[in-house]
């Protein structure tokens, strides 16, 4: 393994804490949870995508780019922090967005416009072309793009969550504790392909649990053998010769609800809950979804009361504010 001397770009506080949360445990009954608070990586308020662009953004810098081009909704936390990561990078930033410009930006689009981001607008079927063609309109002029994809989700992005599952492991290890099971939300796949190479060079023992936060079947398995395609890519770029098929991913359904980013009461309960037991922030997209689906599994009684389970925080909080109506009722409550 090689990890050490891939290009990486620090932009993340790291280690993010590892917190109980007793008062959750208790409402809920047990199991004991723990929270890893990737919500708190330092990078532009925050999230998973930080971890994959310090390898993401030193891979560009290695290869002379002066542009990042990614995409993702309006909403986008890896589009907020590829803007804010490019901008401390001294590269540009152009974003293509899928869905209705906004007649005016909130949440994470206002960020976008902060950090001085370029917008191209488009329809989620036009992304693929839309791609090539913002890159070959700035080669034009003379500009080196590096391309991301959606959520940062390639071999290079994951090397980021091989690195946390590390992290994770010398925390365990310093506080005596172990984890029986981790759970969290999955949607691009970077996240959980970077977990799952971790968890094998670092020897976690336990169970890992990935929240689809935007599909409620298991299609044909299309997803998992796109996690393991990841997690292979991502095990051979750090250099090692573990192998990953889609068995390997284990994926928790039935969350989705009404589609990606649309509010329904299991989100609703889940960041009510986790905000007043611990007086801590969840997205509706993401990580209240995620956690929605762990509070399930909870009540289901998957786990049993004296295991250890760590829900870990992918961040999200700015989108909170772009969807204020959806989690309060008519009167605002
Ligand atoms: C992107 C994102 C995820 C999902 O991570 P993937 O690597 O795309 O699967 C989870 N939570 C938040 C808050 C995110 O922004």
Known sequence: MHIEKLPRFALAHLPTPLEPLPALSKSLGGPHLLIKRDDQTGLALGGNKTRKLEFIVGQALAEGADTLITAGAAQSNHCRQTAAAAAKAGLRCELILNGTKPEWPEGNLFLDRIFGAQEHWIERRQRAEKF???????????????IIPVGGSN?????????????????LRASGERVDHIVFGSSSGGTQAGILVGAKVAGFPGQLHGVSI???DPEH????IEVAQIANGCAGYIGTTARFAKDDVKMIYGCAG????????????????????EGILL???????????????IRQGKFRRDETVLFWHTGGGPALFAYARELLDREGR
């Open 258 to 277: 009404g589609g990606y980013g649309v509010v329904g009461e299991l989100e609703r309960e889940a960041i009510r809950l986790m905000a007043r037991s």
């Open 132 to 146: 090539v063609e913002v890159a070959e309109n700035l080669r034009a002029q003379g500009r080196k793009p590096h």
């Open 283 to 297: 997205d509706p997209v993401y990580a209240g979804r995620a956690f929605g689906g762990l509070i399930n599994l």
């Open 214 to 216: 935007d599909k409620n």
């Open 155 to 171: 071999s290079v992005g994951a090397t980021g969550y091989v690195v946390a599952m590390i992290e994770l492991m010398d925390q």
């Open 221 to 224: 398995l299309e997803y998992e």
